[in-house]
T-cell receptor
């Protein structure tokens, strides 16, 4: 089955700096790669996703890149703010095949702390 | 539009007891997933229900079971509770667009 590894497990940055989180996946059939943000006491929320037909996607201060050949993808947060402090999860799944459902395999998570 | 709702928010049980957690998906979603999140990190896939049937289960013992009702809501049952079952149990639903929408979770504490 799919295995997703995520690094680093914790990341402390100064407000205004950039944060980068990296993930690798093992199943070359995976074609959907979402990133979730989980704030304390809440469920994970999707912040950005990328599909395997795209190499990069950006949404305001966050961007995700995908390297299918190397089987890795990354989340970039620029101009970090204190409200970016949370746990971030990467995930992978096979989209478009009903038998696979949308079962996401998650990375271990990165606890991001943005210091004011 | 209401999101995924889970109940109860918190549940305290003792070892050997049974716990039942409930989930209502977003209206129109037929697929429900259950994940276990222990120690504040790491979501482990538990169960996937679609259109009333169990489609897949993760690497968990049979004392973790569940079902999906005709209205697509779902129930997770954990029998013979053990201390290590203490975790946040998250339910998510999807309409096959790729995105899973998560509820806020049910925190189970086993004493």
């Amino acid at each position: 089955g799919e295995n997703v590894e995520q690094h680093p497990s914790t990341l402390s940055v100064q407000e205004g700096d950039s944060a980068v989180i990296k993930c690798t996946y093992s199943d070359s059939a995976s074609n959907y790669f979402p990133w979730y943000k989980q704030e304390l006491g809440k469920g994970p929320q999707l912040i950005i996703d990328i599909r395997s037909n795209v190499g990069e996607k950006k949404d305001q201060r966050i961007a995700v890149t995908l390297n299918k050949t190397a089987k890795h993808f990354s989340l970039h947060i620029t101009e970090t703010q204190p409200e970016d402090s949370a746990v971030y999860f990467c995930a992978a799944s096979i989209e478009g095949i009903k038998a696979a459902g949308n079962k996401l395999t998650f990375g271990g998570g990165t606890r991001v702390l943005v210091k004011p | 539009e209401a999101g995924v709702t889970q109940s109860p928010t918190h549940l305290i049980k003792t070892r050997g007891q049974q716990a039942t957690l409930r989930c209502s998906p977003i209206s129109g979603h037929t697929s429900v997933y259950w994940y276990q999140q222990a120690l504040g990190l790491g979501l482990q896939f538990l169960l996937w229900y679609d259109e009333g049937e169990e489609r897949n289960r993760g690497n968990f013992p049979p004392r973790f079971s569940g079902r999906q009702f005709p209205n697509y809501s779902s129930e997770l049952n954990v029998n013979a509770l053990e201390l290590e079952d203490s975790a946040l149990y998250l339910c998510a639903s999807t309409s096959y667009t790729g995105e899973l929408f998560f509820g806020e979770g049910s925190r189970l504490t086993v004493l």
